[in-house]
């Protein structure tokens, strides 16, 4: 079961009633109700029997250990925008100057740290981009110290690491080592990213899940996808030991 901290019950059918009232939920204000219920809606439909055991296989995996989880980072502010004048200037967490999380995004992360505690799935190694919207989800999923580092680069900087093939490989080269025995490695970063290094691409704050595996193409196998509902999902069916 997915319990949250601050919410009546700790079940997520106790939260929607709960967010009638202004609460706090790690230091943020709760969005309002209407965001998070779209947000937990698809939460309360009954996934087919089929989705249920890739759930399932995909938990049991990921407790076992040996697998790359690299997240693009949390939801933005889209009218916040990024002036990257020279290197390192993607640090800046001052909205006046790059993208940054919007309120819904640093909920979001949190969630999504406190599904993936609740699944017993064991984390070892978290690095991130250096970009603050990255770092700060990084933080805020709350898995373990987190190195930032130029080897995950938004694309639309990639001619500070060398060019956008160097930047591809960069990140391919983590998705492909294999972390440290019965542990995931947790990555977060840039979409534009995930798309050119792995084919696949998803919203914000969306995960694609990797094997590393000598024996392919990229080093790397894919294994899935998972949007943060589908955490909460996981967590609510297959947490605490189940």
Known sequence: MLEIPGFSGGRLGD?????????????????????????????????????????????AALRAGGHVLYFRHSATDWAQNDQVRQAGDWQSCDGAKMRQLSDTGRMTAQLIGLAIRTLAIPVGEVLSSEYCRAAE??????????????????????????GHDAAVKNVRTLLARPPAPATNRIMVGHGNLMRAATG???????????????GSDLGFAFVALV?????????EAFGGGK
């Open 15 to 59: 939260i929607l009633i709960s967010m009638a009232k202004p609460r706090q939920f790690g230091g943020l204000r709760a969005a309002p109700v209407l965001l998070l219920l779209l947000f937990l809606a698809p939460l309360f439909a009954r996934p087919a029997l089929s989705a249920e055991r890739d759930d399932a296989a995909l938990v």
């Open 137 to 162: 989800t990084a933080r805020l999923m709350g898995l373990g110290d987190v190195r930032t580092t130029t080897e995950i680069m938004n694309l639309r900087s990639q001619e500070y690491v060398g």
């Open 200 to 214: 696949q691409y998803t919203d914000e704050a969306g995960a694609v899940v990797v094997r590393p595996d000598p």
């Open 227 to 235: 949007t943060p509902q589908g955490w909460l999902r996981q967590a």
